[in-house]
């Protein structure tokens, strides 16, 4: 299993970026994807995760509403649309996979397969 993310960078509050995650060496509708972050000092908490097999999407309350995860079976990749991004959004995205049964979508110990990770960085 392989997942290289892409699509960091440094935005201004307000404004936009999205986020890919590149899935290889599994059969991307078996297996859950999900993103998460980590900010400095801070736990990696689950931002968003979908079920490719079913189109079905979680969210963390902190992100609902600005942040939207899609899938294209075509080209097995993720993407996370993040939009009106805000100071504490900043932090390193990581893209991570599971091929078994998910109970707790946003719950890191669930998924076993995780990229290099991809910083965002949101200015005031």
């Known amino acids: 299993v392989q997942l290289v993310e892409s699509g960091g960078g440094l935005v201004q509050a307000g404004g936009s970026l999205r986020l890919s995650c590149a899935a290889s060496?599994?059969?991307?509708?078996?297996?859950?994807i999900a993103w998460f972050r980590q900010a400095p000092g801070k736990e990696r908490e689950g931002v968003s995760c979908i079920a490719p097999s079913d189109g079905s999407t979680w969210y963390a309350d902190s992100v609902k509403g600005r942040f939207t995860i899609s899938s294209d079976y075509a080209k097995n990749m993720v993407y996370l649309q993040m939009k009106s991004l805000k100071p504490e959004d900043t932090a390193v995205y990581y893209c991570?996979?599971?091929?078994?049964?998910?109970?707790?979508?946003?719950?890191?110990?669930?998924?076993?397969?995780w990229g290099q990770g991809t910083q965002v960085t949101v200015s005031s």
């Open positions: 060496g599994f059969t991307f509708d078996d297996y859950t």
């Open positions: 991570a996979a599971s091929g078994d049964m998910v109970f707790s979508p946003l719950d890191n110990y669930e998924y076993e397969s």
